[in-house]
């Protein structure tokens, strides 16, 4: 029997990265054999995380379109038609089974190369707004997974698997509340809020928990709070645990009883999984605003409170209000459990096998 082999494409964040890698490796688990080859826009992230996950990848010239009218997206559209030869070359010598994009620039030319070739293709969105490049590789894709749910908007209705996000595997790991308080070295006696605005940070999240800090003080609350690398800000050791960047992630959620964070496609999985109450201050600094259509889709069921960016400095009185209150926390804790999908990229992985030839 021949071994698979699979192409996947998706790049320029973590959020399109770190979902191929869960695939990739949910695939290798049940299929131990198989080939993978994955495909990225040269100089991006993904040329270095992706080897670093022990897997292969080639680099394309593909640039992202500039959304305004400019001069500089002719050699956009030349970048776009090279990639696409060098892609269909690369899938006429590996052969793939199947061919998955994960979203961003990158995968357009990946997948409609797939596609052109009669690859069986399988994409992924995890947004509540759908990218440029899903959209066009939709009509033509055998199968669309989706993060969120109410994407027909999007994309043709009988493709559609809501399948919610891959997320890792170590968010899940089960951590008693008492366990995770303790490797923080923080009262089992206070309220916890996690706070969180991604590997980078986000200024004003930072902005408005520094500001909040003395209210939460007042009212008992402790944060553990991931600042990102910019802050440089002092913060007094009974304000509870700082640092630029957290590792132990799950233990930080498992800690938690409030999760304020930033939108993106992950970040949301990640909190409906473990059910947690949550305040979303979506980036407004994102293609298409899709962060905002992301907690919408939370806030709009009453699932999560949003608070837009520009009132940052709301967060203090927001937390207050949602900790001190334990109807509105298990209401939001009770609305959120129906978006969560914990066994997202062994559903996908179901759907990819089902296409294999």
Known sequence: MNSHKFILSGGGTGGHIFPAVAIANELKKRHPDAQFLFIGASGRMEMEKIPAEGFEIIGLPVQGLKRKLTLKNITVARNFLKSYFKAKQIIKNFKPDAAIGTGGYVSLPVIYAAQKERIPTIIWEG?????????????????????????????????????????????????????ALEHFKLS??????????????????????????????????????????????????????????IYEMNLAFNAADLVVSRAGAISISEI?????????????????????????????????????????????????????????????????APFAKPKSTAEITDLIEKELR
């Not at 066009?136 to 999007?154: F, H, W």
């Not at 408005?208 to 990102?228: D, E």
């Open 188 to 245: 089992p006696e206070k309220k916890t809020v996690f706070i969180t605005g991604g590997s980078l940070g986000a200024k004003n999240i930072n902005k408005g928990i520094m500001h909040a800090l003395p209210q939460l003080l007042k009212q008992n609350i402790q944060v553990i709070w991931q600042t990102g690398k910019s802050f440089t800000e002092k913060v007094g050791k009974e304000s509870g645990y700082v640092s630029q960047f």
């Open 127 to 179: 947004n509540g707004h759908a990218g440029l490049a899903n959209k066009i590789l939709a009509k033509r894709a055998q199968v669309i997974c989706t993060g969120l749910p109410n994407m027909d908007s999007y994309f043709p209705k009988e493709k559609i698997h809501f399948t919610g996000n891959p997320i890792r595997d170590s968010i899940l790991q089960p951590t008693r509340k008492t366990e």
């Open 272 to 336: 409906c999984a473990l059910k947690k109450p949550s305040i979303l201050v979506p980036s407004p600094n994102v293609t298409d605003d899709h962060q905002t259509k992301n907690a919408e889709a939370l806030s709009s069921k009453k699932a999560a409170v949003l608070i837009k960016d520009s009132a940052h400095m709301e967060l203090g009185e927001a937390i207050v209000k949602i900790l001190t209150n334990p109807v509105k926390m298990e209401k939001l804790s009770h609305a959120i």
